[in-house]
């Protein structure tokens, strides 16, 4: 192949981007079938009669509004008494005779307020005969500023300045923005009423949820202030709150009555179009595709791990030297500290740099075309321009890389070596695509730089006494994505097998107290056991209250495994008596619940010094799974454990691990974990159980029990589960 891979990968990227157009999704899933809408989305077809006498009006907010809007009004014609654009600056449509309005991004502006205002007059005063397509993608809810009584255009462009240089997911940043809006979380869909209302979206947020996509104006949602204020405690960003918004969030707040016909919402658009049409170009070209489909989240140490293993993975099954692209799609979270320039794609680009060798390429760019404030859409990277960067005086082991990445100034770098990607706006946004393409070998190993990411497979490092795995280190590893290793004392006592169990060089170890019959006596010792040997010491107390939490970490651990939890009540319990001990009643309720301390010094007391506790809660039940979402809304919850045993006889397919419907269920659990950013551990019996879950991203292991015999049986299955 004669074309450097640097330029293939960026001609897949770019002819992809072309394939999946905004127009071509809206009109695969809009037809007219006499007087009856058919709606074609990912949920299946559903239909929506067009009433007689009654207005059709239609919204397209987002950075694909324009062809979304374009697709919609060449579909229904004449049947729109009006519509409505709002997007974001310079992707105005040139032929739609609709209003259009150009707001400001990713920061919102006086433009999207009037905005706002115009589409809540387009879609008041309407008729149960009445219908309101509203039409949905990324950027939607920037674009579309609506805040509630008491707070200022002003203090919510401060808060979200401040949220967008903090390491926060979009859809805890999106969950802040519907406590704060009247149009977000099904507002817009409420003030319709009773008119009907129909949403279709494409979506830019990691797993899909309809609510994350613009923050959701059709899906009805009551915004939960209490909660909001405690994530905001919860990733210390409090103080840096305006005032007018603390006083919003602490006020009581009163449920909105919803619509008397609910909206109709469906999916129409994804990462996994844009993936889907990656792969067929590098199949096309005669390059193998490998996709993984579960989406990269995490900060960017964790992206860089995570994309050497999805390349080691694809590069290991294939012989030496065969065409490759190995393909992930997501949106990963960058804490900016420095007054660099550049975006999240960039910084990863930027960080894979030391990692590249022989001829691959690695790609990171934004669908929409812009990554950041810069006019780039991302990066590529080879082995090549990580030379040409070193040729100009920045070679990897001096303290300059250190310092532009430190700084955040990823563009400076990749504009050294011509490694930035421009493309125009493509009008549209499914997320970010990470690409590596080339011959299949091996990675570079990166050098111990302190911004390096962590290599593919990276486990925590080794523990002594002197060393030891404290929770604080625990939390970390898992934060960066490193593998932690661990299993479940529930036979042993202290000394019978302590050489063999040391020898296993474990991260953590559970002391059983659900169902092994170990007194507080002998769980102490163990306790102290695994302190001495530097092991992060567990308890999996009997039932989720706090009584048995409380006993637990008196006696010495610091992690908690809390069986069976079902409801947020008990989840609360549960970071209350974890995280804030030894607070109590009405105080620790009120912390938890409203974020509402003593004192500022009582709370930065107690976070300091429950700093190295760990809350993981078990979800063990069919109710548990599809509840996940508003258990993992509370924040505090470290991990989310898969009780195997429980959860296949409530599936009704008891011990039927490899059960089509285990999996599914699993795998559900999994992604409301990554929604969250909340790591999965699965109780696993063997290497074998395990392997195809730490493929798919898990990297919280625990296997096996001590009924095995340590040596002969869970020495060799934790030598397999490290093996490469």
């Known amino acids: 192949m004669t074309q450097p891979w640097r330029e293939r990968a960026v001609s897949l990227f770019r002819d992809a981007v072309a ?47 324009a062809p979304m809007a374009a697709a919609a009004a060449e579909i229904l014609g004449d049947r729109i008494e009006r519509g409505l654009v709002v997007t974001k600056d310079g992707f105005c449509g040139p032929d739609l005779l609709w209003p259009q309005h150009e707001c400001g991004h990713p920061v919102p502006d006086e433009r999207g307020v009037a905005a706002a205002g115009t589409a809540e007059y387009l879609v008041r005063g309407l008729t149960a005969n009445d219908l309101v397509l509203v039409l949905v993608s990324g950027g939607a809810s920037a674009l579309l500023p609506a805040p509630v009584d008491g707070v200022s255009l002003a203090d919510k462009q401060a808060l979200l300045t401040r949220l967008l240089r903090a ?28 008119a009907r209302v129909v949403g279709l979206y494409l979506s830019d947020v990691p797993g899909d949820a309809l609510g994350s996509i613009g923050s959701g104006p ?9 909660a909001v204020a405690a994530l905001l405690r919860e990733r210390g960003l409090w103080a840096d709150v305006p005032a007018a918004i603390r006083q919003v969030l602490a006020a009581p707040a009163h449920p909105p009555a919803d619509p008397p016909e609910p909206p109709l919402n469906g999916l129409i658009g994804t990462n996994a179009h844009l993936l889907r049409a990656i792969a067929e170009g590098a199949q096309a070209a005669g390059i193998t595709p490998f996709v993984n489909d579960v989406p990269l989240t995490g900060n960017v140490t964790q992206a860089v791990a995570a994309l050497r293993e999805d390349w080691a993975r694809a590069v290991a099954g294939v012989p030496a030297g065969t065409p490759v692209a190995v393909l992930r799609g997501g949106e990963i979270t960058v804490t900016v500290t420095g007054s660099g320039l550049g975006g999240r794609c960039q910084e990863l680009a930027a960080r894979m740099l030391p990692h590249m060798a022989g001829d691959a390429a690695f790609l990171a760019a934004g669908s929409d075309g ?49 490694n930035l990607i421009r493309i125009p706006p493509t009008q549209h946004n499914l997320m970010d695509v990470y690409l590596f393409a080339g011959p299949a070998a091996p990675l570079a190993e990166a050098p111990a730089l302190s911004t390096a990411a962590a290599p593919a497979g990276a486990v925590a490092a080794p523990h002594t006494g002197a060393n030891p795995m404290t929770g604080a280190a625990f939390k970390a590893a898992l934060q960066e994505g490193r593998r932690v290793y661990g299993t479940m004392l529930m036979r042993r006592r202290v000394g019978e097998v302590d050489e063999a169990l040391k020898e296993l060089d474990l991260d953590f170890i559970i002391v059983d107290n659900e169902h092994a019959p170990f007194s507080r006596s002998e769980t102490a010792q163990w306790l102290r056991q695994l302190r001495k040997w530097g092991v992060m010491p567990f308890v999996r107390v009997p039932i989720p209250a706090s009584h048995y939490v409380t006993m637990a970490l008196d006696a010495g651990a610091q992690g908690i495994l809390a069986p069976y939890v079902e409801t947020v009540a008990e989840v609360q319990e549960l970071v209350g ?3 804030w001990l030894p607070l109590k009643g009405e105080a620790v309720r009120r912390a938890v619940a ?54 296949s006889i409530q599936l009704g397919i008891p011990e039927q691990y490899d059960h089509p419907d285990f999996a599914a269920a699993v795998a559900r659990i999994h992604a409301t974990c990554r929604a969250h950013g909340v790591p999965l551990v699965i109780h696993q019996f063997s290497s074998a159980m395990a392997r195809p879950w730490i493929e798919q991203g898990v990297h919280f292991i625990l296997c096996g029990t001590d009924r095995a015999d340590i040596a002969d049986v869970l020495a060799p299955e934790f030598r397999q589960l490290r093996a490469p």
């Open 19 to 65: 394939a999946v157009r905004p127009e071509q999704l809206v009109r695969a899933a809009l037809k007219v079938r006499r007087d009856t809408l058919e709606l074609h989305v990912a949920d299946g077809v559903h239909t929506v009669a067009l009433r007689p006498g009654g207005r059709l009006r239609v919204l397209a907010v987002g950075k694909a509004a």
């Open 167 to 194: 390491d926060v997911d979009i859809h805890a940043l999106n969950r802040i923005r519907k406590a704060l809006s009247r149009l977000k979380g099904g507002g817009l869909a409420r003030l319709a009423a009773p």
């Open 218 to 226: 059709t899906v009805l949602e009551t915004p939960d202030r209490p």
């Open 370 to 418: 812009n990554d950041g404030p810069t006019d780039a859409a991302g990066g590529v990277v080879d082995a090549e321009s990580w030379a040409a960067i070193c040729e100009q005086g920045l070679p990897y082991d001096t303290a300059t890389y250190d310092a532009l990445l430190a700084d955040h100034d990823s563009y400076a770098l990749l504009a050294r070596s011509g």
């Open 577 to 579: 008596a974890t995280k």
């Open 594 to 647: 409203e974020g509402v301390f003593p004192s500022e010094a009582t709370r930065a007391h107690l976070a300091q010094r429950n700093r190295d506790n760990v809350l993981v809660i078990g979800v063990e039940s069919v109710v548990a799974m599809e509840r996940l979402d508003a258990l993992l809304g509370v924040p505090g919850v470290d991990a989310v454990f898969v009780g195997p045993n429980d959860l």
